[in-house]
């Protein structure tokens, strides 16, 4: 089972400011590895997908790029509807999430 | 637009069963994998199972390994999962998922979910 590990748990960030999540897999994923953006009471919803697609609707200030097993989300002069919990998700074994990691106003 | 809606959530005692459906629209149902994923109270996501367009691939999460079973019926679009010897940590809320006609697919769409409560 590959395990997926966030970082950090809580982020704090000002509306405007640039966000930066990290995600590392406990063996190779390739590119097969995706963002996801979930708020209380919605379903989870797709942001990027090969480690730095962005799905379709997504805004241009969300950004993923990959090293190896350490993978990264950016997120660009922040929104208030950008903050909610991101989940950082390996496809390249079945699946498996990271414990994710909630993004907060500061 | 695509479509998943869950059903068959609802109150069980330790050690019993529930059956969880979904039923999609909206795209080639047959085409696609489909997965669940659950979320416990004040947790996160957790990858339950998936299955493939055509059944010949199964897979299920450790922790639900021997109890759960997924399962498919593309004649009527529709998703399931068999869930016994039921634990108080299998309490969550329940959501299908889309994945695509590849197996190494991400979640694309999702249900709102069905919540299931494991609770003497």
């Known amino acids: 089972e590959i395990v997926m590990t966030q970082s950090p748990a809580t982020l704090s960030v000002s509306p405007g400011e640039r966000a930066t999540l990290s995600c590392r897999a406990s063996q190779s994923v390739g590119s097969n590895l995706a963002w996801y953006q979930h708020k209380p009471g919605q379903a989870p919803r797709l942001l990027i997908f090969g480690a730095s697609s962005r799905a379709p609707g997504i805004p241009a200030r969300f950004s993923g790029s990959a090293s190896g097993t350490e993978f990264t989300l950016s997120i660009s002069s922040l929104q208030s509807e950008d903050f909610a919990v991101y989940y950082c998700?390996?496809?390249?074994?079945?699946?498996?999430f990271g414990q994710g990691t909630k993004l907060e106003i500061k | 637009e695509v479509q998943l809606v869950e059903s068959g959530g609802g109150l069980v005692q330790p050690g019993g069963s529930l059956r969880l459906s979904c039923e999609a629209s909206?795209?080639?149902?047959?085409?696609?994998?489909m997965y669940w994923v659950r979320q416990a109270p004040g947790k996160g996501l957790e990858w339950v199972s998936g299955i493939t367009w055509n059944g010949n691939r199964i897979g299920y999460a450790d922790s639900v390994k021997g109890r759960f079973t997924i399962s498919r019926d593309n004649a009527k679009n529709s998703l399931h999962l068999e869930m016994n010897s039921l634990r108080p940590e299998d309490m969550a809320l329940y959501f299908c998922?889309?994945?695509?006609?590849?197996?190494?697919?991400?979640?694309?769409?999702w249900g709102q979910g069905t919540l299931v409560t494991v609770s003497s």
């Open positions: 909206g795209f080639r149902f047959d085409n696609y994998a």
């Open positions: 998922a889309k994945g695509g006609e590849m197996l190494y697919a991400p979640l694309a769409s």
């Open positions: 998700q390996q496809y390249n074994n079945w699946h498996s």
